[in-house]
């Protein structure tokens, strides 16, 4: 089992940058896919990006390629979503998750595959 921290998040403005951080407990975190996604008021939860177990592939949200780079640290147990070039429609709150997996290559972008979530994290982009 895994236990998942978001932080980071916060008040910027447009164009600006913020990095969010998810911290994870246990030893395993090397044997977990990471996924982070965003939920607006009155939307549905949307993927953002994933990462790899060992942080070799990520994939993104068409709407933030170019402007988001998901990274992992596994000495740290963490991983990151820094987040440039924000627009008021990233305003969210984002949250990080997880799931164990054996497959070195394997992502996954469906939220329904996660199996651990963190409590999110507000990030509000005033124009």
């Known amino acids: 089992q895994v236990q998942l921290v978001e932080s980071g998040g916060g008040l910027v403005q447009a164009g600006g940058s913020l990095r969010l951080s998810c911290a994870a407990s246990g030893r395993t975190f090397s044997s977990y896919a990471m996924g982070w996604f965003r939920q607006a008021p009155g939307k549905e939860r949307e993927f953002v990006a994933a990462?790899?177990?060992?942080?070799?592939?990520?994939d993104y949200a068409d709407s933030v390629k170019g402007r988001f780079t998901m990274s992992r640290d596994n000495a740290k147990n963490t991983v990151y979503l820094q987040m440039n070039s924000l627009k008021p429609e990233d305003t969210a709150v984002y949250y990080c998750?997880?799931?164990?997996?054996?497959?070195?290559?394997?992502?996954?972008?469906?939220?329904?595959?996660?199996?651990?979530w963190g409590q999110g994290t507000q990030v509000t982009v005033s124009s």
């Open positions: 990462i790899t177990r060992g942080g070799g592939t990520t």
């Open positions: 998750a997880a799931k164990a997996t054996t497959g070195s290559t394997s992502y996954y972008v469906s939220a329904q595959r996660y199996h651990y």
